[in-house]
């Protein structure tokens, strides 16, 4: 299930992602994530992962490397919020990218958003 989160504001977007997130979810994703950078200029963006379904995350991944490859000059920064430890380290993994990216457990929650500010 993926769902904006009441917090975002102007360029600063989160998004809960949980159990199994579909392919064409995450297209959704990436049209809003789009039009958020047409609206602002550059985002930065706070993804929260609770209970993520692995495989779903996997089958995306072609989907969400894509859109990083395309908008990395509009992407400040990505927060990953997790304490799966599987996806933190993909997530540490994806630092080698071109976008700022730092993760956080959910007890560092209000520290993420503050690090996207």
Known sequence: ????????QGSVIGYSLSGEVSADEYTQLAS???????????????FRLSDLDLSS????????LR???????DV???AVVTDDTMTGL?????????VELQTFSSDEEPKAWAWLA
């Open 32 to 46: 809003e994530l789009r039009d958020e950078i047409a609206r602002h200029g550059t985002i930065r963006v706070l």
């Open 57 to 64: 995350f996997f089958a995306a991944l072609d989907e969400r």
């Open 90 to 98: 993909l997530s540490k993994a994806a630092k080698a990218g071109p």
């Open 67 to 73: 859109f990083v490859r395309e908008n990395r000059e």
């Open 76 to 78: 400040e920064r990505v």
């Open 1 to 8: 299930m993926l769902r904006q989160l009441e917090k975002s």
